[in-house]
């Protein structure tokens, strides 16, 4: 029966898509009336390292959104029998902020420059001191201010400038927009008039006017969009793109494109004040709703929006998961040599598990998974290291657990510095790969974090999750009802999700891991130096 309720619920439309383009897998999650998945459809990619910058190519975009779609209409032809025309609304999301810049025939001028690399250092500092708000280097404006520093000829035929998801949404939609919380990471905007901030911009302009480009800052940058405005429809053109069976109709309302750190924010229900949610993966970054303004500018600290526009303080770190994947490959590739043939997921489980069996302070073992640069530590650079000395207890647990501990290590750091300003924690909700694993990254965050710490059951669906739900909103919303409304009321009523408190003894573990890894940092920066 409920398989002929949602059957008829894909022919007449009643559903919601989501799309994630995250850093290394592409996402597609088709919701119906509840909310509740009822297709997927996904597409693994990697970053390439080219040249000096990380990056995708606009090929490798596209081949991943078609295939993501293509697998999630397949899913829902095989449940239910029923080929996918038409959807309710449409949402897309993408890894935050970088740098995509076009000319007026559309075209990319310079390779997609994403949140991971750390080369505008010169640019943040400027910027950071003449807004007195902090810049973060992965921002677009940053990337924007160096390369006019760097004299790049492409910046004078700049026409759009835009983020990841800005960008898919723009070329299925036709649409200039983007979502106020990923807007808050391409300038600064004000949480008051929900648009960029004006005085910030005006500066901006001041400052490149010597250089006469024959733009103004707002003449590339989209349009500022709140949740639940409407934000264009799929064109005919943009149905082809996405669907190249032909089946897909045009004229599907999408909602406002929106970073990963906003549809974290929205499937996790962490759009209220006091509530906060970590997403932990390639990166790790924790976002926490603020009930007043910090007292000054952190540089270790973002400030950007819910996608409602409220403020929230960020702490977003560039390595997390990405060391800990390439251990367990090892591990893979020593069981395949042995004869024995593992499944991926039942690795990385049993050796999460493992971890909780290690001491608590991972055996004074060190270890950073800088794959990348890291800003809050003051690296442009990383290189990955394992460290021990002949005292240490060098075991599985141990080894596990250090490499647990180390992802979050960046941060703690970030996250003592909001508990320095006051900032009140009831609970931290995790989602992303990290967590994937039944209580053992949920347990090593709540003794980092020293705040409890909520997985829900749908943390594995992540950001496509979140922007499906955001397009919900859009066409479901009763006037004037507001996200965090329509959230707790319609979406997570009853869900508290699994809540594990941090053990006292963690904590201490993870405090003593932390001397270590503050002081360690010197081999780190060795490391650095010496490798090239």
């Not at 390292?49 to 995708?56: D, F, L, Q, R, S």
């Not at 790790?284 to 600290?301: C, D, G, N, R, Y």
């Not at 989602?431 to 347990?443: D, I, P, R």
């Not at 408190?501 to 405090?511: H, L, S, Y």
Request: hydrophobic share 40%; proline share 3%; glycine share 10%.
């Amino acid at each position: 029966m409920k398989e002929k309720q949602i059957a008829a619920a894909v022919r007449e439309g009643k559903t919601a898509l989501g799309m994630e383009l995250g850093s290394t897998r592409i996402k597609a999650i088709l919701v119906d009336e509840a909310h509740t998945p009822i297709a997927s459809g996904s597409y693994d990619w990697e970053n390439r390292y080219e040249n000096g910058i990380w990056t995708y190519s606009i090929e490798d975009i596209w081949n991943g959104v078609r295939e993501s779609y293509r697998q999630m209409a397949e899913d829902v032809k095989k449940q239910y029998g029923e080929t996918l025309t038409t959807i309710g609304a449409i949402g897309f999301s993408a890894m935050m902020h970088g740098y995509m810049a076009f000319d007026k025939n559309g075209e990319i001028l310079v390779p997609f420059r994403t949140w991971r690399n750390t080369m505008t250092a010169e640019a943040s500092e400027k910027l950071t001191e003449l807004f007195a708000f902090h810049i973060p280097q992965r921002w677009s404006i940053a990337h924007l201010y160096q390369a006019v520093l760097n004299k790049e000829e492409h910046v004078r035929h700049l026409d759009y400038l835009i983020t990841l998801e800005g960008y898919v949404h723009w070329k299925l939609t036709g649409e200039r927009v983007l979502g106020i919380g990923d807007c808050a990471g391409m300038f600064p905007v004000d949480s008051n008039t929900k648009d960029f901030h004006e005085r910030m911009v005006k500066q901006f302009d001041e400052l490149i006017a010597g250089e006469q480009y024959p733009w103004k800052l707002r003449d590339i940058m989209p349009r500022v969009l709140t949740a639940g405005e409407a934000a264009g429809t799929l064109t005919e053109e943009g149905a082809r793109l996405l669907d190249i069976s032909g089946n897909l109709k045009a004229g599907i309302p999408c909602c406002p494109p929106e970073g990963d750190a906003g549809t974290g924010m929205t499937a996790t229900n962490s759009v209220a004040r006091r509530t906060g949610n970590v997403s932990a993966g390639t990166s790790v970054f924790a976002m926490v709703v603020l009930e007043k303004e910090l007292s000054k500018v952190h540089p270790e600290i973002d400030l950007v929006t819910t996608p409602a526009g409220d403020s929230v303080a960020m702490v977003h770190c560039n390595n997390c998961t990405s060391d800990i994947n390439a251990w367990v490959s090892l591990f893979e590739e020593f069981a395949l040599t042995m004869g024995m043939k593992i499944d991926k997921n039942t690795l990385f489980s049993t050796l999460f598990q493992k971890a909780l069996e290690g001491d608590k302070d991972g055996g004074k073992l060190l270890s950073y998974g800088y794959l990348s640069g890291e800003h809050l530590t003051r690296f442009e650079e990383g290189r990955p290291l394992f460290v021990r000395t002949p005292e240490s207890r060098f075991n599985l647990a141990n080894f596990m657990r250090v490499h647990l501990y180390t992802a979050l290590g960046a941060l703690k750091m970030g996250m003592d510095i909001l508990y320095e300003e006051g900032v009140a924690l009831d609970v931290l909700t995790g989602h992303g790969g990290l967590f994937k694993t039944k209580e053992a990254g949920q347990k090593i965050m709540a003794a980092a974090m020293k705040v409890p710490v909520a997985v829900m059951e749908t943390a594995g669906e992540g950001g496509a999750w979140g922007a499906a739900l955001l397009a919900s909103y859009m066409i479901r919303k009763e006037e004037g009802e507001t996200l965090d409304h329509y959230l707790a009321k319609k979406v997570f009523a009853g869900e508290a999700g699994n809540l594990i408190e941090p053990d006292p003894e963690d904590e201490k573990g993870f405090a003593a891991f932390m001397e270590r890894y503050k002081k360690g940092l010197s081999i780190e920066r060795a490391a650095v130096d010496s490798l090239k």
